[in-house]
Nanobody, 122 residues
Framework: AQLVVESGGSSVQAGGSLTLSCTPQ?????????LGWYRQAPGNECELVSK????????YYADSVKDRFTISLDTAKNTLYLYMNNLKPEDTGVYYC??????????????WSQGTQVTVSS
């Protein structure tokens, strides 16, 4: 069973924008569980793209997406978002949202959900 459901993935041209959403199935999102967005491109390992800050810490962004992506948690809607601007072909992959887990990042993709596909063409 999926713990979360992602949506918003699509095919866009380079320079375009997308907003991904993630909603939990039967529980409430909280900053304390280390919510983040991960992605996996074909042939690549899972990587952490962005993570919501907790306990006074700022949000985390991978260097490759800094100043282009913004993560946001709307507690009223119980939804995690990833706002993606100026998309590049290297942003292509399946995007997953998940909480912090005691396993390597490289294997975190797909354990909670099916993800949403983002394809960026040049």
């Amino acid at each position: 069973a999926q713990l979360v459901v992602e949506s918003g993935g699509s095919s866009v041209q380079a320079g375009g924008s997308l907003t991904l959403s993630c909603t939990p199935q039967g529980f409430t999102f909280d900053r304390s569980i280390g919510l983040g967005w991960y992605r996996q491109a074909p042939g690549n390992e899972c990587e952490l793209v962005s993570k919501i800050g907790d306990g006074g810490r700022t949000d985390y962004y991978a260097d490759s997406v800094k100043d282009r992506f913004t993560i946001s948690l709307d507690t009223a809607k119980n939804t995690l978002y990833l706002y993606m601007n100026n998309l590049k072909p290297e942003d292509t992959g399946v995007y997953y949202c998940a909480a912090e887990q005691p396993i390597p990042v490289a294997v975190r993709c797909g354990r909670w959900s099916q993800g949403t596909q983002v394809t960026v063409s040049s």
